[in-house]
């Protein structure tokens, strides 16, 4: 055995050398933080370090599931991340679906052009827009409106009802086209004879959508829905940070926006970190069932 | 028999017109959707070039009203655009070219079926996907590494994104045969020679779409250096955008002109329209160019990993 390792490394020590670099980082970026959340079982003190500060156990955790937040923060991500779920993956599926069904090849590429180009527009400028197009007075909300009503809307940031609403929607309004890219291309593999098949025997185009399309991008939706369970937990923090104000906080407050607040914003970095790992163990769980859960379904698997 | 094949034609005839409304309405909603995404955009188009009088008045809908260009002329002459726009373009530069030079390697030795190691190291790299420690230690790594405020803190904690890494390993996998490994090592090529010699120049395309995803990430991140820098001269373009667009905060204090303050206050809508134009621009123009890589980096990135 030892012999054998001995060999290969031999035989393979130039592989390893170009590893050197991508190691030691995923080494000090990736594995070196899993170390340090030990300080969630810890009271971090600056002196002290992610090392010699003293235990304490469960502490930190306890006090989170105990605190008022514990369930709003929980429920707000849950219901944003799943209401964003649902929207990207449906609509983005629909629109493949019907682009997929269109004969027009020049009009089909200037229609995909301009619906992935909101794609890269980033958050910090997106959230800039939705300011700007939804300013009830000089925004283009406002004007059209004021234009059908008669008179000014009231402010939609400052209700928190609407936030889940313009995170989702706007999300929406700048992914879908991008994320459809995918589904568009696994259609275009869908074999003409079964098209040629369905359409001997009667099927409108309407149905062969429904039963020749639809099933030939089944295992692709299944993957990507797995993929996204694994996300379920981290749902959007650059984005609703910056939509987050104190109005509409009751809603906005997740899970990871909590962690920066309390751990970077109040430097109370242990109890920041319980939670964090809370939120990363409960993330692990959700795509290994999610996984299991396409395997025994559909024989799709991540890995 | 005749009536048998008249009624199928007329059953054709009945289908073919519901097909015909069914493909009318597809384009339809696909019109309506490209409507969708345009009408705002359109809209900060115009509100940049228009008088910006006229925009605070809300009276901007879908055209400039008054054409002017005073906004942009305001905008340039406001100090941080220039510097955050400077150091996004460092920040996009160098950092692309760590992350695609790192990619590779990583990739490579994955990508080798005779590297007795690689499902090993799949395994660590795939693991970092599913299971992070999140943002408290990362942030003490970067503080204990002494990165906190240097360029270092925005380039490296990103160095290298385990997506792309697979997107590659797999694009060479499937694009590069295994006999040509087999015959580079029987003629007694090494894997660095091999690596040089075949590898760099036949993943070309996969470089280039790593690079655009790279890139693109480089120029529209914030949070990094929110975290992680508190000096202004180091702000990516980003960072100051969320002052002004996000806080409302143009910095009056580094405005030294009292004119110039002055015109800030008045005009603060329309000078953020313009800015969203500005920053958003260079990808906007650069997209539909290399569109076609795009769509083939998310082809490769779908074979399974």
Same mark, same amino acid.
Request: one cysteine or more; glycine letters at 6%; hydrophobic letters at 50%.
């Given at each position: 055995?030892?012999?054998?390792?001995?060999?290969?490394?031999?035989? %393979?020590?130039?592989?390893?050398?170009?590893?050197?670099?991508?190691?030691?980082?995923?080494?000090?970026?990736?594995?070196?933080?899993?170390?340090?959340?030990?300080?969630?079982?810890?009271?971090?003190?600056?002196? &002290? &370090?992610?090392?010699?500060?003293?235990?304490?156990?469960?502490?930190?955790?306890?006090?989170?599931?105990?605190?008022?937040?514990?369930?709003?923060?929980? &429920? @707000?991500?849950?219901?944003?991340?799943?209401?964003?779920?649902?929207?990207?993956?449906?609509?983005?599926?629909?629109?493949?679906?019907?682009?997929?069904?269109?004969?027009?090849?020049?009009?089909?590429?200037?229609?995909?052009?301009?619906?992935?180009?909101?794609?890269?527009?980033?958050?910090?400028?997106?959230?800039?827009?939705?300011?700007?197009?939804? @300013?009830?007075?000089?925004?283009?909300?406002?004007?059209?409106?004021?234009?059908?009503?008669?008179?000014?809307?009231?402010?939609?940031?400052?209700?928190?009802?609407?936030?889940?609403?313009?995170?989702?929607?706007?999300?929406?309004?700048?992914?879908?086209?991008?994320?459809?890219?995918?589904?568009?291309?696994?259609?275009?593999?869908?074999?003409?004879?079964?098209?040629?098949?369905?359409?001997? %025997?009667?099927?409108?185009?309407?149905?062969?959508?429904?039963?020749? %399309?639809?099933?030939?991008?089944?295992?692709? #939706?299944?993957?990507?829905?797995?993929? %996204?369970?694994?996300?379920?937990?981290?749902?959007?923090?650059?984005?609703?940070?910056?939509?987050?104000?104190?109005?509409?906080?009751?809603?906005?407050?997740?899970?990871?926006?909590?962690?920066?607040?309390?751990?970077?914003?109040?430097? @109370?970095?242990?109890?920041?970190?319980?939670? &964090?790992?809370?939120?990363?163990? #409960?993330?692990?769980?959700?795509?290994?069932?999610?996984?299991?859960?396409?395997?025994?379904?559909?024989?799709?698997?991540?890995? | 028999?005749?009536?048998?094949?008249?009624?199928?034609?007329?059953?054709?005839?009945?289908?073919?017109?519901?097909?015909?409304?069914?493909?009318?309405?597809?384009?339809?909603?696909?019109?309506?959707?490209?409507?969708?995404?345009?009408?705002?955009?359109?809209?900060?188009?115009?509100?940049?070039?228009?008088?910006?009088?006229?925009?605070?008045?809300?009276?901007?809908?879908?055209?400039?009203?008054?054409?002017?260009?005073?906004?942009? *002329?305001?905008?340039? *002459?406001?100090?941080?655009?220039?510097?955050?726009?400077?150091?996004?373009?460092?920040?996009?530069?160098?950092?692309?070219?760590?992350?695609?030079?790192?990619?590779?390697?990583?990739?490579?030795?994955?990508?080798?079926? !005779?590297?007795?190691?690689?499902?090993?190291?799949?395994?660590?790299?795939?693991?970092?996907?599913?299971?992070?420690?999140?943002?408290?230690?990362?942030?003490?790594?970067?503080?204990?590494?002494?990165?906190?405020?240097?360029?270092?803190?925005?380039?490296?904690?990103?160095?290298?994104?385990?997506?792309?890494?697979?997107?590659?390993?797999?694009?060479?996998?499937?694009?590069?045969?295994?006999?040509? !490994?087999?015959?580079?090592? /029987?003629?007694?090529?090494?894997?660095?020679?091999?690596?040089?010699?075949?590898?760099?120049?036949?993943?070309?395309?996969?470089?280039?779409?790593?690079?655009?995803?790279?890139?693109?990430?480089?120029?529209?991140?914030?949070?990094?250096?929110?975290?992680?820098?508190?000096?202004?001269?180091?702000?990516?373009?980003?960072?100051?955008?969320?002052?002004?667009? /996000?806080?409302?905060?143009?910095?009056?204090?580094?405005?030294?002109?009292?004119?110039?303050?002055?015109?800030?206050?008045?005009?603060?809508?329309?000078?953020?329209?313009?800015?969203?134009?500005?920053?958003?621009?260079?990808?906007?123009? /650069?997209?539909?160019?290399?569109?076609?890589?795009?769509? *083939?980096?998310?082809?490769?990135?779908? /074979? *399974?990993?």
């Amino acid at each position: 055995m030892r012999k054998r390792m001995k060999l290969a490394l031999k035989r %393979d020590w130039q592989y390893w050398l170009f590893l050197v670099i991508p190691l030691a980082y995923l080494l000090i970026f990736a594995y070196y933080p899993l170390l340090g959340l030990q300080i969630a079982f810890r009271n971090f003190t600056a002196k &002290g &370090g992610i090392w010699n500060s003293t235990w304490v156990g469960l502490k930190h955790f306890i006090n989170f599931f105990e605190s008022y937040q514990f369930t709003r923060v929980i &429920g @707000n991500t849950l219901i944003l991340s799943l209401y964003s779920l649902v929207v990207n993956t449906v609509i983005p599926i629909g629109f493949a679906l019907l682009f997929n069904c269109v004969e027009r090849p020049r009009f089909k590429k200037v229609v995909q052009t301009i619906v992935t180009l909101p794609h890269f527009i980033s958050v910090v400028v997106l959230v800039g827009i939705i300011m700007q197009i939804f @300013n009830s007075r000089t925004g283009l909300y406002g004007i059209i409106l004021e234009a059908i009503t008669g008179s000014y809307p009231s402010d939609i940031f400052a209700k928190a009802g609407n936030f889940r609403h313009i995170y989702v929607w706007s999300g929406a309004w700048q992914h879908f086209g991008w994320s459809a890219i995918i589904y568009i291309a696994a259609l275009s593999g869908v074999d003409l004879n079964l098209h040629e098949a369905a359409r001997i %025997d009667g099927a409108s185009r309407l149905q062969r959508v429904r039963y020749v %399309d639809f099933p030939h991008i089944k295992s692709t #939706i299944i993957l990507l829905l797995i993929m %996204d369970m694994g996300r379920i937990m981290s749902v959007g923090f650059e984005k609703v940070f910056l939509l987050q104000n104190d109005l509409n906080r009751s809603a906005s407050e997740l899970i990871s926006t909590y962690v920066y607040q309390v751990g970077l914003a109040q430097s @109370n970095y242990s109890y920041a970190t319980a939670i &964090g790992l809370f939120n990363s163990v #409960i993330n692990l769980i959700l795509i290994l069932a999610a996984n299991k859960l396409s395997q025994r379904v559909s024989d799709t698997s991540l890995w | 028999m005749k009536r048998q094949s008249m009624n199928r034609s007329r059953e054709k005839a009945i289908r073919g017109a519901s097909d015909r409304r069914f493909h009318h309405f597809c384009v339809g909603i696909l019109i309506f959707l490209t409507i969708v995404v345009l009408l705002p955009l359109m809209n900060i188009v115009s509100a940049s070039f228009s008088n910006p009088t006229a925009v605070s008045q809300g009276r901007v809908w879908l055209l400039p009203v008054d054409f002017s260009l005073d906004s942009y *002329k305001n905008v340039l *002459k406001y100090e941080a655009v220039w510097l955050g726009y400077r150091n996004t373009i460092f920040y996009t530069v160098v950092g692309t070219i760590m992350n695609v030079t790192v990619t590779l390697l990583c990739a490579f030795p994955l990508s080798q079926y !005779q590297f007795a190691g690689r499902k090993t190291v799949n395994k660590i790299l795939m693991f970092t996907m599913i299971f992070s420690g999140g943002m408290i230690p990362s942030y003490l790594v970067v503080k204990e590494l002494h990165m906190l405020n240097t360029v270092w803190a925005v380039l490296v904690p990103g160095l290298m994104s385990a997506y792309n890494v697979i997107i590659t390993r797999n694009y060479i996998e499937t694009n590069i045969p295994g006999e040509l !490994q087999d015959a580079a090592r /029987v003629d007694g090529c090494s894997p660095v020679k091999f690596f040089r010699n075949f590898i760099l120049p036949l993943s070309r395309p996969i470089i280039a779409v790593i690079a655009m995803y790279y890139a693109v990430g480089h120029w529209n991140s914030y949070f990094n250096a929110f975290l992680y820098l508190n000096d202004r001269e180091l702000y990516p373009l980003q960072l100051f955008l969320r002052d002004i667009l /996000v806080n409302s905060r143009f910095d009056s204090s580094i405005v030294e002109d009292p004119e110039m303050a002055q015109i800030i206050q008045n005009q603060a809508d329309a000078l953020k329209y313009s800015i969203i134009v500005i920053a958003t621009l260079p990808l906007m123009c /650069v997209y539909p160019l290399v569109q076609k890589h795009f769509v *083939k980096g998310i082809m490769v990135g779908s /074979v *399974k990993g």
